[in-house]
T-cell receptor, first 113, second 113 residues
Framework: AQKVTQAQTEISVVEKEDVTLDCVYE???????LFWYKQPPSGELVFLIR??????QNEISGRYSWNFQKSTSSFNFTITASQVVDSAVYFC??????????FGKGTRLHILP | ETGVTQSPTHLIKTRGQQVTLRCSSQ?????VSWYQQALGQGPQFIFQ???????GRGNFPPRFSGLQFPNYSSELNVNALELDDSALYLC????????????FGQGTRLTVV
């Protein structure tokens, strides 16, 4: 079975703090893709990153960084020096390829000024 | 902002009615996928269309159907609406077999009363 678990339903941090969003996935496929999407109140899903199963290098993009650990089936997302504009729902997702994307239930992040 | 547009933005229908939602894919993309996102949940895959044919379907009944047109735009049709069909419906466009990520539209919020 393929599944994505985001154990943190809701997180609140004060602006400028670092915050990590956890993601654990399950799949029997050897080739798959992992994603993170941001969903602001407007509803549109904003693509943040895609990582394939063969690339375990961590990635940093500005204040965002991602830690992919195949051994623990985790793909965690860290925001450094958080800002109020980072407030949103964040989804971790899994895809076996060109077919469906399987989403977690999301983590609602509140950045308090 | 992605090039994926959905219409209408909001819609209210009565139980038992039929509804059609529309999606224009991003330029250069040939695949459209539809997702249903209930309140407080992650998006759930409905189906995907490629080359004007259904290419993969999630756990949704046959009253959910779709079309893809030669210009790669797509429609989602739902017959015999039920109260539980109330949700945000998201369309995603991508390039089948390519290395690009899926881009989502802003969604159509359907309320069934």
């Amino acid at each position: 079975a393929q599944k994505v678990t985001q154990a943190q339903t809701e997180i609140s941090v004060v602006e400028k703090e670092d915050v990590t969003l956890d993601c654990v996935y399950e799949t029997r496929d050897t080739t798959y893709y992992l994603f993170w999407y941001k969903q602001p109140p407007s509803g549109e899903l904003v693509f943040l990153i895609r990582r394939n199963s063969f690339d375990e290098q961590n990635e940093i993009s500005g204040r965002y960084s991602w830690n992919f650990q195949k051994s623990t089936s985790s793909f965690n997302f860290t925001i450094t020096a958080s800002q109020v504009v980072d407030s949103a729902v964040y989804f971790c997702a899994l895809s076996p390829g060109d077919d469906k994307i399987i989403f977690g239930k999301g983590t609602r992040l509140h950045i308090l000024p | 902002e992605t090039g994926v547009t959905q219409s209408p933005t909001h819609l209210i229908k009565t139980r038992g009615q039929q509804v059609t939602l529309r999606c224009s894919s991003q330029s250069g993309h040939n695949t459209v996928s539809w997702y249903q996102q209930a309140l407080g949940q992650g998006p759930q895959f409905i189906f995907q269309y490629y080359r004007e044919e259904e290419n993969g379907r999630g756990n949704f009944p046959p009253r959910f159907s779709g079309l893809q047109f030669p210009n790669y735009s797509s429609e989602l049709n739902v017959n015999a609406l039920e109260l539980d069909d109330s949700a945000l419906y998201l369309c995603a466009s991508s390039f089948f077999g390519g290395k690009t990520e899926a881009f989502f539209g802003q969604g159509t919020r359907l309320t069934v009363v």
